[in-house]
């Protein structure tokens, strides 16, 4: 999972011009939009009633087609079914002749079902004939044999459903009139395909929604432009005064970040040339003290002596971590492994640390704020991922500088669910980077690790002259 770190500012509240300019465009968008609506709520209402009265009296013209239909055809087998007895297989077949002999367009055609679901007549689809069909549906799950004969045993009717068309095998919507012959237990009908009266209304519709759409866009844009005057009219009152703020952050940030390097500076120096130096003193009067006493040294005094050498360490490793004097020495490589050498001996996590000589060197600012957050990264990976295995990259790229720390510990889950949070490490991380105008990447998952990337920009890269006069590596 891959996300850039925001810092959402915490307990954020709108400016003065702000909300002036919330208090002047909020009323006009309320109102624009709401003329939207309503002006688009009844012309929708309007169009759609038109195209549902076109679509109805487009479907009852199919219709009394269809009935024409129908009516010609069982006034052509009048003359056979007239004087037939319901069990007169004959005239049963010369009237399915002649049924199945009137085809008309490229679709049309006479079906004929018996009362039990057998189909008797379908010239234009053969394999239908002489099979029983009950329970058919269409795609859509609708009825189609059975409605068809209990149409027909009411006396007849209309039904719609989804039928293939016989000469492209493609479905479509067809319209069909059933008559029921009771003597003879029949179901006589013919349908239509009514797709070109649903496309005569989907067009209309499609132009109706177009039209809706371009009222929209002219509403919307009238709306925009006057947001956008007033919005202008605020912002050249405003962005003068913003710009200064700006400028002033930036300066207080900057003074800040150099406030806490002098103060951590000042802070290591005292350790290590006042109490670190006074400690080692009285560690080697003790030690003096128990040689003079040889073996009446107590047990007390061997502990305590041990104890002022952790703690003499301590602080020795407290002033390096505010203050490397590597760092300054000989660079922000040899401090980096300076760090983790030691964080490695302290966790026993195993750090693979991989430089590279910059081709420029990288400035004070640059050295001190990726020395922070590698120091940063480790720090939390010690408290939090339950890492064995560390693994930094300190490259030069043709953007700058880059800084790259990942572990293979339990990861987290990234970005954070709630606005604002990602904890005050990632947040020192990324105030630094960003002070500097370069950028800080997280990329992290549960179970799978957590890399952290720092990139500095080309402008905090010192030319060879500089380099050279400075004698330092990056």
Avoid: C
Wanted: no cysteine; aromatic share 8%.
């Amino acid at each position: 999972m891959n996300a850039r770190f925001f810092i959402w500012p915490a307990g954020a509240t709108l400016s003065y011009g702000q909300k002036l300019f919330l208090l002047a465009t909020l009323p006009l968008v309320v109102a624009v939009f709401l003329i939207w609506l309503i002006v688009s709520a009844q012309f929708n209402q309007l169009a759609e009633s038109e195209l549902k009265s076109l679509e109805q009296r487009l479907i009852a013209a199919k219709r009394e087609e269809l009935t024409n239909y129908v009516s010609i055809a069982m006034a052509a087998v009048s003359g056979t079914t007239g004087s037939a007895t319901p069990d007169d297989e004959e005239a049963k077949l010369a009237v399915s002749r002649v049924l199945a002999a009137m085809l008309y367009g490229q679709e049309g055609y006479f079906f004929v079902f018996d009362y039990d679901g057998n189909n008797l007549v379908a010239p234009r689809q053969t394999f239908m004939i002489n099979r029983n069909w009950a329970g058919l549906t269409d795609p859509n799950g609708v009825p189609i044999t059975d409605e068809l004969i209990r149409i027909a045993r009411s006396g007849g009717g209309y039904h719609t459903f989804d039928w293939p068309k016989p000469s492209t095998g493609a479905y479509g919507r067809m319209e069909v009139y059933v008559r029921g012959y009771q003597s003879w237990r029949w179901a006589i009908g013919t349908g239509v395909f009514i797709d070109d009266i649903l496309e005569t209304a989907d067009a209309a519709r499609a132009e109706v929604e177009s039209r809706i759409k371009r009222t929209s866009f002219y509403v919307a844009g009238i709306a925009i432009l006057a947001v956008l005057g007033v919005f202008l009219s605020g912002i050249l009152l405003t962005v003068r005064q913003r710009r200064l703020a700006d400028d002033k952050l930036q300066q207080l940030t900057q003074r800040i970040i150099d406030t806490q390097e002098e103060e951590r500076g000042r802070v290591a120096r005292e350790l290590h040339d006042g109490i670190s130096q006074m400690l080692v003193g009285i560690r080697y009067a003790l030690e003096l003290t128990r040689r003079k006493l040889g073996q009446e040294t107590g047990e007390t005094l061997n502990k305590g002596i041990e104890q002022l050498g952790s703690a003499i360490q301590e602080v020795r490793r407290i002033s390096r971590d505010l203050r490397p004097g590597i760092l300054d020495d000989l660079g922000l490589g040899a401090a980096l492994r300076s760090l983790t050498d030691e964080f490695s001996a302290r966790t026993g996590v195993e750090v693979s640390l991989e430089t590279v000589v910059f081709r420029n060197r990288l400035d004070d600012d640059a050295r001190i704020a990726l020395y922070r957050i590698a120091q940063e990264a480790l720090t939390n990976i010690e408290r939090h991922a339950l890492a064995d295995k560390v693994e930094i990259i300190l490259r030069g790229t043709r953007q700058g500088a880059e800084l790259r720390i990942t572990d293979n510990g339990r990861g987290m889950v990234w970005p954070p669910s709630a606005r604002g949070t990602g904890g005050l490490g990632l947040r020192n991380m990324q105030e630094r980077a960003q002070h500097l105008g370069g950028a800080l990447d997280v990329r992290s998952a549960p179970g799978k690790g957590t890399s952290i990337e720092a990139r500095v920009p080309l402008s905090h890269m010192l030319g060879p002259e500089s380099g050279a006069l400075k004698d330092k590596p990056a």
